[in-house]
């Protein structure tokens, strides 16, 4: 027996469009990023949600009330807003380009790239958030070892749900990235999620894997 957990990482924002690190930032959804939410709760519509949740970010708030307006098949209306579910904390790095965040991180793992994503190509998605966190001068940005806390954190308070639940979990790609990371396979690697994509996740007291990653369909 399990509960079923789709997270689903916002629409696209501002800064998203920048290129810029947006963490514990906050910027608005751009018209697409409205779309993308529409478009994602009309891929779950099928569902029967019985739990909406959100992080505390308004990103993640309005990306959910967006999506659960295209859902029949509740009487949930609003999300319940959460800050363990918020985007990993990038530190002195927040609203930077992610070119200068990934150019600092990558000389401390003596190499040079320009995208956060070839670090974790490269390096993998924990020891990525080390090498930010090192970098960063003020040495704020979450690295495994916060991360690790937050993330079993998330698994147990889902775990706490009546059992063979459907959830909806509107988050962040990173911390989605980092939660694919700790409980997909050892083998895979999970890149950057998309603006409106999800991961499927099964959740049970014996603990969690992944179940699909960077879907936009059933």
């Given at each position: 027996?399990a509960?079923?957990v789709?997270?689903?990482?916002?629409?696209?924002?501002?800064?998203?469009?920048?290129?810029?690190?947006q963490?514990?930032?906050?910027?608005?959804l751009?018209?697409?990023?409205?779309?993308?939410?529409?478009?994602?709760?009309?891929?779950?519509?099928?569902?029967?949600?019985?739990?909406?949740?959100?992080?505390?970010?308004?990103?993640?708030?309005?990306?959910?009330?967006?999506?659960?307006?295209?859902?029949?098949?509740?009487?949930?209306s609003?999300?319940?807003?959460?800050?363990?579910?918020?985007?990993?904390?990038?530190?002195?790095?927040?609203?930077?380009?992610?070119?200068?965040?990934?150019?600092?991180?990558?000389?401390?793992?003596?190499?040079?790239?320009?995208?956060?994503?070839?670090?974790?190509?490269?390096?993998?998605?924990?020891?990525?958030?080390?090498?930010?966190?090192?970098a960063?001068?003020?040495?704020?940005?979450?690295?495994?070892?916060?991360?690790?806390?937050?993330?079993?954190?998330?698994?147990?308070?889902?775990?706490?749900?009546?059992?063979?639940?459907?959830?909806?979990?509107?988050?962040?790609?990173?911390?989605?990235?980092?939660?694919?990371?700790?409980?997909?396979?050892?083998?895979?690697?999970?890149?950057?999620?998309?603006?409106?994509?999800?991961?499927?996740m099964?959740?049970?007291?014996?603990?969690?894997?992944?179940?699909?990653?960077?879907?936009?369909?059933?």
């Amino acid at each position: 027996m399990a509960t079923t957990v789709y997270f689903v990482r916002h629409g696209e924002t501002y800064f998203n469009r920048f290129a810029r690190l947006q963490g514990w930032s906050d910027t608005p959804l751009t018209e697409k990023g409205e779309e993308d939410a529409a478009k994602i709760g009309r891929v779950l519509a099928p569902l029967e949600i019985d739990y909406l949740f959100s992080s505390d970010l308004k990103r993640a708030v309005d990306t959910a009330r967006i999506l659960i307006k295209q859902c029949p098949n509740t009487q949930i209306s609003a999300p319940i807003q959460k800050e363990c579910f918020r985007e990993t904390f990038y530190g002195s790095f927040e609203g930077h380009s992610n070119e200068e965040g990934a150019i600092w991180a990558s000389y401390l793992g003596g190499q040079r790239f320009r995208r956060i994503g070839d670090l974790v190509a490269e390096f993998g998605v924990a020891k990525t958030r080390d090498l930010l966190r090192e970098a960063d001068p003020a040495h704020l940005a979450e690295g495994s070892q916060q991360l690790d806390a937050r993330v079993k954190e998330i698994v147990a308070f889902l775990q706490g749900l009546p059992d063979q639940s459907t959830v909806v979990v509107a988050s962040h790609g990173s911390i989605i990235q980092y939660i694919a990371s700790v409980y997909g396979a050892p083998e895979e690697r999970f890149g950057s999620l998309s603006n409106g994509a999800f991961m499927e996740m099964q959740v049970s007291a014996a603990g969690a894997r992944v179940l699909a990653y960077n879907q936009k369909s059933l």
